[in-house]
């Protein structure tokens, strides 16, 4: 990060027992730094000494940080793309009840400033936002990749079906009125309704053994009405021979 050698800060600090110190630090932005947003950090190493019950001295090292950001005057130029778009299907074997859309993506901040990103993920009239609930905020910094997985529950198998994401990125402080078109990306995916197609066979299946019973119902029938006729046709033919 180029912003970390901006910053100044003296080398040691020390501080005694219940005593807390204030280090200041000075950040110098030189005349080419390009405007935006930059982010520093500066880490601190605490040695402290302890001594154990057998009367040793321990020295015990902790690191602590804090991040530095520079917003450095000029034009801003927030922007973001969606990249890296992958889709799939989560299929129910039942046929009566839909399945879940799963979407993979990739959110970058092409601009020069810092963004928080808010979306959605829309699939067959199903939605679902991102971050979800429960989920922090995301914060990308100019350069910044943060990649999302996002399922959208209550999706009908369509054989294709549509989806899109649409991100809504904010810029983080004084965005000196700048604004941040919205992205968005297609997320169709493929989904062949093979739950239903096995349904309707079976449905096709039993339509049709139903109709070839009957067939052989009317058949068998026929063949009887035959024979009883032919039966009764001999009687009336033997009936004078007799008498």
Known sequence: MDAGLWIDVQETVTVGPDETAVVPFTTTVPDNATPGDHAAGIAASVLSEQVGADGAAVGVESRVGFRVMTRVTGDLAPAASIEDVS???????????????????????????????????????????????GEIDQELLPGDRRTFTVTVDDVWPLVYVPASLDATP??????????????????????????????????????ASTLRGRRRSRARLAALLAEAREEGRREAEEEPAAG
């Open 170 to 207: 904010a810029v983080v402080g004084e965005g000196d009125g700048a604004a941040v078109d919205p992205v968005a990306a297609d997320a169709g995916f493929w989904a062949l309704p093979w739950p239903q197609f096995i349904a309707l066979a079976g449905i096709g299946l039993l339509v």
């Open 87 to 133: 889709s799939s299907y989560g299929l129910s074997w039942n046929p009566f009840a839909p399945g879940s859309a799963r979407v993979t993506f990739t959110v970058v901040n092409t601009g020069n400033a810092r963004l928080l990103v808010t979306g959605a993920l829309t699939a067959a009239g199903a939605e679902a936002a991102f971050p979800g609930p």
